[in-house]
């Protein structure tokens, strides 16, 4: 089959979304599909096959993130030379938009993966940084409600847009891991790029530096684990537009020698990252799934993280990492519990490798080429009795 996929958030720029996708069309390409990406245009980019780049222009509240201009004239024709069997779109906005348009000019199956808690992202939203929570939401469920097929990354997400209003067709996929980047990597790798002591303990996070993120919490938090363990090393992997301010409280708290900022590091590297580490740190309270903790439980870490949305299901509380309240004290604490019984932790990180096996992506590429299937059948005999 040949899927169209319309997505606001792509390469260069670097996200969860950008990695699913990324990874989801690598493994439907290995099914031996043919995947189609519509999406913004970023300066500098080369071309790349069966990547359709639209005009675009950096969004006002985020200058790292480009928003396409969704002009029309010559895609009609492009899509008439390589007619789709189905459209994915990955936002409910502006190519989200499109592409739903698409679909229903050209008769085929839409579906659309609900990645972001999106009415708590309103500071970023390309509809402008002051439109109400209670909009967005209704913009959301009134586009989920024209597709056939929505899909969520997190069973408790899935619940979630259903309370909202959502009436379309729900199923949940998690976006899936590549076990195999996780195998046999240079766990020294980290320690001897950042000159940190062989024996300092290493806490790991990986994301954008964003407000949603959370991370003034876990510096605050990493601030009363470092007073009674100096040896521990805070790593944050990421960019993102809080940085400056994240680089100040971090002098506030003094603890410029222990917290490092690496900026975006290149995959490989950051696979060798998560190897290297002994314990995953996570704040958020706004994601749908949380695919970097997916990616520290393949690296074999525990995870500790506040206990809300998507990342509920991603760790089993007590078993492979710990599921916190929004409470600094409770968050350290849990640290200081991982850090202290080595023998637990080690458990913890054991189980949650195993744990992680179950989100293979190739297995989750499977599930979605069946809901892709079962929309063209379903769509084919729909137009069959017109």
Known sequence: MRIGIFTDSYTPYVSGVVRSIELFTSELKQLGHEVIIFAPNYPGIAKEENVYRFPSIPSLTNQEFYLAIPLTRGLQSYIKEKPLDIVHVHSPFILGRLGAKIAKSFGLPLVFTYHTLYDQYSHYAPIGK????????????????????????????????????????????????????????????????YGINPNEFVLLFVGRTGKEKNIPFLLNSFSQVNSHYPNTTLIIVGEGPEMDNLKKLTKDLALEKKVIFTGI???????????????????????????????????????IAIDAFGVSNM?????????????????????????????????????????????????????????????IQANDLRVSML
């Open 265 to 303: 590091i290149r995959r490989e590297n950051l696979i060798k990252a998560y190897c290297g580490a002994d314990l995953f740190v996570f704040a958020s309270q706004t994601e749908t799934q949380g695919l970097v903790i997916a990616e520290a439980k393949a690296a074999g870490l525990p995870t």
């Open 130 to 193: 002051n439109v109400s929570k209670e909009l967005i939401r209704k913009l959301c469920v009134e586009f989920c409600n024209r597709c056939q097929l929505v899909i969520t990354p997190t069973e408790i997400i899935s619940s979630h847009i259903k309370k909202m209003g959502v009436k379309t067709k729900v199923n949940w996929l998690p976006t899936g891991i590549n076990l195999a980047e996780f195998i046999d990597q240079d766990k020294g790798w980290l320690k001897r790029s």
């Open 315 to 375: 760790i089993q509380n007590g078993a492979d990492g710990f599921l916190v309240p929004p409470d600094i004290q409770l968050f350290s604490e849990k640290i200081i519990n991982l850090m202290s019984d080595t023998e637990l932790r080690i458990k913890m990180g054991q189980r949650a490798l195993a744990s992680v096996q179950t989100l293979s992506s190739q297995n989750c590429a499977r599930k979605l080429e069946q809901y892709y299937g079962e929309l």
